[in-house]
């Protein structure tokens, strides 16, 4: 019986993918990967491999949940080294538990390859510490999209925390994203930075606060929303914190900033 490996490709940009990483793309005989992975980093998957794309793009699957498991199962029973490659890592918000439990009943052996999360990734690009002993004692990495069905989210608890707030999946309208925020208690003054596209060519960041978030159109997909005294640290230590949006530009050039 083969392998599967449930593979994290990181925020996007090849050199953050792992080494082991990206040795595995190169010997594995099946990659079944997701839409948000970059063509840089399925360039490293070797000739021989069958690529299947099971990504979602406009709101269109592909493939299902299900079919996807099935197609794991089947590839590792039939004797493959198999790569499941997810954008960021597979243990967050990448449907990994669904597919572990499938392999687990099927008796089909894998393991979990870590990556760079979006959270990791947006931080680094805007330059903020998730943690700061000043700030903040932790961070809370949480969704702002839940399937349908499943319960609400507990703002309020989250709030009452301290923590600074990773939320993944903001949307495309941050209007609701405010209104939850405010409602469990969370101050309009607090510091936002919105990342889109960490760590690639497009990526953007946008400063502002919780107050002023809902006057922002939402930068595209995939981004991240970060919320928390951390961030007004490291907003303070460049500009005052007003709102501005500004694009990093690749290593060796000078950033543009946009006053907004």
């Given at each position: 019986m083969g392998r599967v490996f449930l593979v994290g490709a990181g925020p996007g940009d090849p050199e953050l993918l792992t080494i082991r990483a990206a040795r595995l793309l190169a010997e594995a005989d099946v990659v079944l990967h997701d839409a948000l992975v970059p063509e840089g980093i399925l360039r490293l998957i070797g000739s021989k491999a069958q690529i299947i794309d099971v990504g979602k793009r406009n709101g269109t699957k592909f493939h299902t949940q299900d079919e996807i498991n099935e197609l794991l199962v089947a590839y590792g029973r039939a004797n493959h080294t198999v790569v499941r490659l997810k954008g960021g890592d597979p243990s967050l918000f990448g449907r990994a538990g669904e597919e572990i439990e499938?392999?687990?009943?099927?008796?089909?052996?894998?393991?979990?390859?870590?990556?760079?999360?979006?959270?990791?990734?947006?931080?680094?690009?805007?330059?903020?510490?998730?943690?700061?002993?000043?700030?903040?004692?932790?961070?809370?990495?949480?969704?702002?999209?839940?399937?349908?069905?499943?319960?609400?989210?507990?703002?309020?608890?989250?709030?009452?925390?301290?923590?600074?707030?990773?939320?993944?999946?903001?949307?495309?309208?941050?209007?609701?994203?405010?209104?939850?925020?405010?409602?469990?208690?969370?101050?309009?003054?607090?510091?936002?930075?919105?990342?889109?596209?960490?760590?690639?060519?497009?990526?953007?960041?946008?400063?502002?606060?919780?107050?002023?978030?809902?006057?922002?159109?939402?930068?595209?997909?995939?981004?991240?929303?970060?919320?928390?005294?951390?961030?007004r640290a490291a907003g303070e230590a460049r500009l005052p914190l007003d709102a501005y949006r500004h694009l990093l530009a690749p290593a060796g050039q000078e950033c543009e900033y946009m006053r907004e």
């Open positions: 499938a392999l687990f009943s099927a008796g089909v052996d894998f393991e979990i390859v870590p990556g760079i999360t979006a959270a990791m990734a947006g931080a680094a690009a805007a330059r903020i510490s998730l943690t700061d002993r000043r700030h903040a004692a932790s961070v809370v990495f949480v969704t702002a999209r839940r399937r349908a069905g499943a319960d609400e989210i507990r703002w309020s608890k989250l709030v009452e925390a301290g923590s600074t707030l990773a939320i993944y999946m903001p949307g495309a309208n941050y209007s609701e994203l405010c209104e939850r925020l405010r409602d469990a208690g969370l101050d309009g003054s607090t510091p936002c930075a919105v990342v889109s596209a960490a760590s690639r060519g497009d990526q953007q960041v946008l400063w502002t606060d919780l107050l002023s978030l809902p006057n922002h159109a939402g930068l595209p997909a995939p981004s991240i929303v970060i919320a928390g005294e951390c961030a």
